[in-house]
């Protein structure tokens, strides 16, 4: 721990101290580069780079897994590049990067006359039982896919609408909030039912990722509190969720709502459903009753043998395990000191843990035994009602998401084309973000809510050092 000197207005050319006079008290997280984990990089490719020290096998790996991350897929047979078809019957893009371009987060829909482009949408029906595997839809499945192959229709047009509303923080500042609706066009396989729930996922970053696989299980069962044993409001909690590989129920860790258990899961998960490609974790295409095309064309490309390789996917899970996080910048500027401590302060280290520590890794060694600072727990929380989707995905509530790590958080706006935050893109800055936080979180947004504006902006400046 350590006591951070408050500064005195004429650091900052203004008339009243950062906190009245209190003195902030709180844990200073990483101070610029963290070796065997960070790059220092900044501007469009602070997320494209492997760590350091990855020994030459795993760095030609890393390179073939990137080519692989990039490859725009074709719907085949080809006879020039076999191992490249299988696209659809129905997809939603035809190459990862093109929902996480240059690795990082991606962009909704900008209104009604724009597609969604890096921002899907889930489906489910209600369920009886509570805590399973999320029921799809009967005709459009478990994830709406606008596109298909020729001759395929897509299954519509996803967008959204924004409806604008202004926030005023304690000191009379408005801030502009937008809450997107969803509509749905052209509707390919009849009407979506009254009871139907979904929820607009955006592509989160994917840097870091292999580090936070690597933390042990048994750190994210300690920092697990949902009957809030201290008592401080804050109840995070795991999410089991189904590892198709072990064939039983796992610790959840990624995706946004914990609902996938490991980096391979999750990348197989989303060449799936994003791409329609079959792959051992998921050997059937996701064709619903209704779409008697898609399952026409589907049993014959299952016939034809699985479309991606174990060894493709393997290689694309060691390029997301090998993302390095780039360093903090600014650490020690005392702007950036005294906002680390207001963001202690207020509680936010409750979710947003800064240091987590690595155990043996051994699908990469490189990733073992690191003290790293990613501002995460791993764990659900309630968010309020102002973020739920209403839609339950494993034993994560409509209100639950899991919290999102803030390393790289001051880079989004130089890697984004359009910088935009949270699980839909709604917010677009760091403090719109945290003007939405409820439920579990509420406590710390209001302090944020009534901070004078010299602490918002060292907040701010903290945040965005990160």
């Not at 509509?183 to 970053?205: D, H, I, K």
């Not at 839609?391 to 899991?402: K, L, V």
């Given at each position: 721990?350590m006591?951070?000197?408050i500064?005195?207005?004429?650091?900052?050319?203004?008339?009243?101290p950062?906190l009245a006079?209190e003195?902030v008290t709180?844990a200073?997280g990483?101070?610029?580069?963290?070796?065997?984990v960070?790059?220092?990089?900044q501007?469009r490719?602070?997320?494209?780079?492997?760590?350091?020290?990855l020994d030459?096998?795993?760095r030609a790996?890393?390179?073939?897994?990137r080519s692989l991350?990039q490859?725009?897929?074709?719907?085949?047979?080809?006879e020039v590049r076999?191992d490249?078809?299988?696209l659809?019957p129905?997809?939603?893009?035809?190459?990862c990067?093109?929902c996480?371009?240059?690795?990082g987060?991606g962009e909704?829909?900008?209104?009604e006359?724009?597609?969604m482009?890096?921002t899907?949408l889930?489906?489910?029906?209600?369920?009886?039982?509570?805590?399973?595997?999320p029921?799809?839809?009967?005709?459009y499945?478990?994830?709406f896919n606008?596109?298909?192959?020729?001759?395929?229709p897509?299954e519509?047009?996803?967008?959204?609408v924004w409806r604008d509303?202004?926030?005023?923080?304690?000191?009379?500042?408005?801030?502009?909030?937008?809450r997107?609706?969803?509509?749905l066009?052209?509707?390919?396989?009849g009407?979506?039912?009254p009871?139907?729930m979904?929820?607009v996922?955006?592509?989160p970053?994917?840097?870091g990722l292999?580090?936070?696989?690597?933390?042990?299980?048994a750190?994210l069962l300690?920092l697990?509190?949902?009957?809030d044993?201290d008592g401080?409001?804050v109840?995070g909690?795991?999410?089991?969720?189904?590892?198709?590989a072990?064939?039983?129920?796992a610790?959840g860790r990624?995706?946004?709502?914990?609902?996938?258990?490991s980096?391979?899961?999750?990348?197989a998960g989303?060449?799936?459903?994003d791409?329609g490609?079959?792959s051992?974790?998921f050997?059937?295409h996701?064709?619903?009753?209704?779409?008697?095309?898609c399952?026409?064309?589907?049993g014959l490309?299952?016939k034809a043998?699985?479309?991606?390789s174990?060894?493709?996917?393997?290689?694309v899970t060691?390029y997301i395990?090998?993302l390095?996080?780039?360093?903090r910048?600014n650490?020690?500027?005392?702007?950036?000191?005294?906002?680390?401590?207001l963001?202690?302060a207020a509680?936010?280290?409750?979710?947003?843990?800064?240091t987590?520590?690595?155990?043996?890794?051994p699908?990469?060694?490189?990733?073992?035994?690191h003290t790293?600072h990613?501002?995460?727990?791993?764990?659900?929380?309630?968010m309020?009602?102002?973020?739920?989707?209403?839609?339950?995905?494993f034993?994560?509530?409509g209100?639950q998401?899991?919290t999102p790590?803030l390393?790289?958080l001051g880079l989004?706006?130089a890697?984004?084309?359009?910088?935009t935050?949270?699980?839909d893109?709604?917010a677009r800055?760091p403090l719109?973000?945290i003007l939405w936080?409820?439920?579990e979180a509420?406590?710390?947004r209001?302090?944020v809510?009534?901070m004078?504006?010299?602490?918002?902006?060292a907040?701010?400046?903290?945040?965005d050092?990160?």
């Amino acid at each position: 721990m350590m006591r951070l000197p408050i500064l005195a207005a004429v650091l900052l050319g203004a008339a009243s101290p950062l906190l009245a006079g209190e003195a902030v008290t709180g844990a200073v997280g990483a101070a610029g580069a963290v070796p065997g984990v960070t790059v220092s990089i900044q501007g469009r490719d602070a997320f494209s780079r492997p760590l350091p020290g990855l020994d030459p096998a795993h760095r030609a790996a890393f390179h073939a897994g990137r080519s692989l991350f990039q490859q725009v897929w074709t719907v085949g047979p080809s006879e020039v590049r076999p191992d490249l078809d299988g696209l659809g019957p129905l997809f939603n893009r035809q190459s990862c990067i093109a929902c996480h371009a240059k690795n990082g987060r991606g962009e909704p829909p900008e209104g009604e006359d724009d597609a969604m482009r890096s921002t899907l949408l889930r489906l489910s029906v209600p369920v009886g039982k509570p805590g399973g595997v999320p029921e799809p839809h009967p005709a459009y499945g478990d994830q709406f896919n606008p596109d298909g192959i020729p001759g395929m229709p897509g299954e519509g047009i996803a967008t959204l609408v924004w409806r604008d509303q202004v926030e005023r923080l304690a000191d009379g500042t408005p801030v502009a909030l937008r809450r997107p609706e969803l509509r749905l066009r052209n509707l390919a396989y009849g009407p979506l039912e009254p009871n139907v729930m979904t929820s607009v996922r955006m592509a989160p970053p994917v840097i870091g990722l292999g580090l936070l696989e690597a933390v042990p299980e048994a750190d994210l069962l300690a920092l697990a509190d949902p009957d809030d044993r201290d008592g401080d409001g804050v109840r995070g909690r795991i999410n089991l969720v189904w590892d198709a590989a072990r064939g039983a129920f796992a610790v959840g860790r990624f995706g946004l709502k914990a609902n996938q258990p490991s980096l391979r899961q999750q990348n197989a998960g989303a060449f799936d459903g994003d791409l329609g490609l079959t792959s051992t974790l998921f050997p059937r295409h996701g064709c619903m009753a209704a779409q008697t095309a898609c399952g026409a064309v589907a049993g014959l490309s299952e016939k034809a043998g699985l479309e991606l390789s174990d060894e493709q996917l393997d290689l694309v899970t060691l390029y997301i395990r090998s993302l390095a996080v780039p360093a903090r910048r600014n650490a020690d500027d005392p702007l950036v000191r005294v906002g680390e401590g207001l963001f202690t302060a207020a509680g936010c280290p409750a979710c947003h843990v800064p240091t987590l520590r690595t155990g043996p890794a051994p699908a990469l060694p490189e990733l073992a035994d690191h003290t790293i600072h990613p501002y995460t727990d791993l764990l659900l929380h309630d968010m309020g009602e102002g973020l739920a989707d209403g839609r339950p995905d494993f034993q994560a509530t409509g209100r639950q998401w899991r919290t999102p790590p803030l390393w790289g958080l001051g880079l989004t706006a130089a890697v984004a084309d359009r910088a935009t935050y949270l699980h839909d893109g709604r917010a677009r800055s760091p403090l719109e973000a945290i003007l939405w936080h409820g439920g579990e979180a509420e406590a710390a947004r209001e302090v944020v809510r009534r901070m004078p504006s010299l602490n918002r902006k060292a907040l701010l400046a903290f945040l965005d050092s990160l």
